[in-house]
């Protein structure tokens, strides 16, 4: 069994601002993030899975402490990347998994909830489907035929996953958000232990939910500001819809998720 663990960090136990980002918190928040993440390693070694990727997927992705990961696994690190927070998935791979995971850019009650960019995006919509960075990436697994199976974050990310990817994925909330830069956690070492078994029982479950296919996609991205529209419109074959909102069809996926960053790239030219 193959497995690809792709580690956010705003959805880790005990986080709740982007300050902890910051340098004085920063070695914490690293501490955190990988302790979660050998967590999720840890259930899925219980499930027997013998190949395990961990895809370091928050900003920089510099965040993972390399000697700190369990053994058994390997890092992707460092960006930017094709795939970036699923780099390293491909049609090998048996299950993803997303740790520390967060709620969309306008979800009430979400710790940090945002969609790939604070800064510049407003919404995003695939085939008519409001998604954030669990439905985005999920799409990117599910190209290559790859199910998510759990989904761990805060409580506002668990309830998004689950809408989104059906009653068979196991979701594990470390955490419920008391608006977005405060919340109610479990002490770490409750959401490792939650997570360890999470992971573990979504791997050995005979029902997984099934991957998230976007064929052909609609890809709708609104902007905080017209300026930004502006520049995410300069991509060949793109449309306004309205002032801020941009939209990009194509038969394949990877392309518009391409697209979709690169529209994002842009508009923080205007930011
Ligand atoms: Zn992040």
Redo the contacts with the bound molecule.
């Keep these: 069994m193959k497995v690809l663990i792709s580690v ?3 959805g880790v136990a005990g986080i709740v601002s982007w300050l902890q980002d910051e340098p004085e918190h920063r070695m914490i928040t690293r501490r955190l993030m990988t302790a979660e993440a050998n967590a999720a390693i840890e259930g899925a070694l219980a499930a027997g899975a013998k190949e395990i990727v961990v895809a370091d ?3 920089t992705m510099i965040n993972l402490i390399p000697d700190e990961l369990r053994p058994e696994a390997r890092l992707i690190s460092g960006s930017a990347r094709p795939l970036s927070m699923v780099e390293g998935v491909d049609e090998t791979f048996d299950g993803v998994v997303f740790v520390g995971y ?1 709620s969309a850019v306008g979800t009430p009650n979400g710790v940090l909830d945002h969609s790939y960019s604070s800064r510049t995006v407003a919404g995003v919509r695939v085939n008519g489907r409001r998604v954030g960075e669990i439905g985005i990436n999920a799409g990117i697994a599910g190209y290559f035929g790859v199910p998510v199976v759990c989904v761990t974050g805060d409580q506002a990310a668990a309830e998004e996953a689950r809408a989104l990817l059906g009653p068979e994925l196991v979701t594990v909330p470390v955490k419920r958000g008391i608006g977005r830069v405060a919340a109610d956690s479990l002490h770490p070492q409750e959401a490792r232990r939650r997570i360890a078994a999470g992971v573990r029982q979504a791997l050995e479950k005979e029902a997984k939910p099934a991957p998230l296919v976007f064929k052909p996609v609609e890809l709708e991205v609104r902007f905080h500001t017209t300026a930004m529209a502006d520049m995410a419109n300069l991509i060949p074959e793109s449309q306004r819809v309205d002032g801020t909102t941009v939209r990009f069809r194509h038969d394949d996926y990877i392309v518009a998720f391409k697209v979709f960053r690169a529209m994002v790239t842009l508009a923080y030219s205007a930011a």
């Design positions: 956010d960090m705003e997927s928050h900003n967060h």
